[in-house]
């Protein structure tokens, strides 16, 4: 099983970026998927989720400005990031988990400038 992660990268405040995640070795569309983030101060926040019937939640931070996404033909789930603030800075982890079974994504980078 592998969860690649990707689109990382540096913006300036207010700016757009949108991270992917391709998993392989996995039935992808029958897991629950998500994205956390650690923080510069070592913060661990989960920041949003798409479930296998497609219901997203988001942490309060972020709603209205980011949207969890999924495209089961190419088994990756997005994150689209808008109206970035300093307080995104973060390296952000995608997840799949289907009961017991849980994997990560290797983390991509997310820095956000003034």
């Known amino acids: 099983v592998q969860l690649q992660a990707s689109g990382g990268g540096l913006v300036e405040a207010g700016g757009s970026l949108r991270l992917a995640c391709a998993a392989s070795?996995?039935?992808?569309?029958?897991?629950?998927k998500g994205w956390y983030r650690r923080t510069p101060g070592d913060q661990r926040e989960w920041v949003a989720s798409?479930?296998?019937?497609?219901?997203?939640a988001y942490t309060d931070s972020v709603e209205g400005r980011f949207t969890i996404s999924t495209d089961n033909a190419k088994n990756t789930v997005y994150l689209q990031m808008n109206s970035l603030q300093l307080e995104d800075t973060a390296v952000y982890y995608c997840?799949?988990?289907?009961?017991?079974?849980?994997?990560w994504g290797q983390g991509t980078l997310v820095t956000v400038s003034s």
């Open positions: 997840y799949a988990q289907r009961g017991g079974d849980l994997f």
């Open positions: 798409i479930t296998s019937a497609h219901d997203t």
């Open positions: 070795g996995i039935a992808f569309s029958t897991y629950d």
